[in-house]
């Protein structure tokens, strides 16, 4: 099995950073691909941001282009997502997720870490 799990939410005002963090254990040896996920209240689960966890390639939602940035530590198996210039529109819970190839869908969740930016 794999788990994740993630840290570094809070509150912070419009124009602020924050800066997640996902920590991978267990089988870490399938990961493909980690990434992160974001959900508004009342709204549908986004893609936010994903990277090869061998490293390189690195894909954003247009929303967050310019201002997130997600990074990983293959030596720590962390996944960061560095927020800047965040806007009330970025509230949501924030989850990190694992898959194990390039076309899979995500198979593994973290327990998500709530963001919530502040006018």
């Known amino acids: 099995q794999l788990q994740l799990v993630e840290s570094g939410g809070g509150l912070v005002q419009a124009g602020g950073s924050l800066r997640l963090s996902c920590a991978a254990s267990?089988?870490?040896?399938?990961?493909?691909?980690m990434g992160w996920f974001r959900q508004a209240p009342r709204k549908e689960r986004e893609f936010v941001a994903a990277?090869?966890?061998?490293?390189?390639?690195?894909w954003y939602a247009d929303s967050v282009k310019g201002r997130f940035t997600i990074s990983r530590d293959n030596a720590k198996n962390t996944v960061d997502l560095q927020m800047n210039m965040l806007k009330p529109e970025d509230t949501a819970v924030y989850y990190c997720?694992?898959?194990?190839?390039?076309?899979?869908?995500?198979?593994?969740w973290g327990q998500g870490t709530q963001v919530t930016v502040s006018s």
């Open positions: 997720a694992a898959g194990t190839s390039w076309s899979s869908d995500y198979d593994y």
């Open positions: 267990g089988r870490t040896f399938i990961v493909y691909k």
């Open positions: 990277i090869r966890w061998s490293g390189g390639s690195a």
